[in-house]
């Protein structure tokens, strides 16, 4: 069985701080995909990254970066220098190389950016 | 670049009618997925779709939902009975390799009441 924990319910910081999304997965297959999407008050489910399991590689994209650290099954996502168009709900994602590539969802973290 | 599109954006029902949700996914995927998310709750799998069969499906779909792909472009799923429980945001998503990531749609808010 995959599962994905997301230990941080609600998160609230001042624009332009730095703030780290914790993402912590379980899964038996040796090959998988973690993802992280972007979920803003408008509803819809917006794809930020895909990662493999054997590229252990840190990703940075503008203000966005990803740590996967698969030794403590973790892929954790860092936004630097938050904006208020930054607030948003969060999830990270696991889908495993068996079956139908089914997306396992963890259970958000809902960022608050204020002014 | 391609999109997969829901529609409609929001429907409203009497509880025990039978509503559609509809998707057209993008055109040269194959796997093709049903997802739900209960407000403030997590996004969960209802069923995936390949090969003009049902796949996999979870606890969730149970006999009051089903699947269908009519004419090649669609892909429904369809409520026969609604239930006040059945209230949520309804997310359609195709996949077309394995190692891609799937692309969703931007959900129908399906509200019962």
């Known amino acids: 069985a995959q599962k994905v924990t997301q230990a941080q319910t609600e998160i609230s910081v001042v624009e332009k701080e730095d703030v780290t999304l914790d993402c912590v997965y379980e899964t038996r297959d040796t090959t998988y995909y973690l993802f992280w999407y972007k979920q803003p008050p408008s509803g819809e489910l917006v794809f930020l990254i895909r990662?493999?399991?054997?590229?252990?590689q840190n990703e940075i994209s503008g203000r966005y970066s990803w740590n996967f650290q698969k030794s403590t099954s973790s892929f954790n996502f860092t936004i630097t220098a938050s904006q208020v168009v930054d607030s948003a709900v969060y999830f990270c994602a696991l889908r495993g190389n068996s079956g139908y590539s089914t997306l396992t969802f963890g259970k958000g973290t809902m960022l608050l950016v204020s002014p | 670049e391609p999109e997969v599109t829901q529609t409609p954006s929001h429907q409203v029902t009497q509880m025990g009618q039978e509503v559609i949700l509809r998707c057209v996914p993008i055109s040269n995927h194959l796997y093709f997925y049903w997802y739900r998310q209960i407000l403030g709750q997590k996004v969960e799998f209802l069923v995936s779709?390949?090969?003009?069969?049902?796949?996999?499906k979870s606890e969730i779909f149970d006999d009051q939902f089903s699947v269908e792909r009519p004419d090649g472009s669609n892909f429904t799923l369809k409520i026969r009975s609604t239930k006040l429980e059945d209230s949520a945001m309804y997310f359609c998503a195709s996949l077309g390799q394995k190692d891609q990531p799937q692309h969703f749609g931007d959900g129908t808010r399906l509200s019962i009441l």
């Open positions: 990662r493999n399991s054997f590229d252990e």
């Open positions: 779709f390949y090969n003009n069969e049902i796949s996999e």
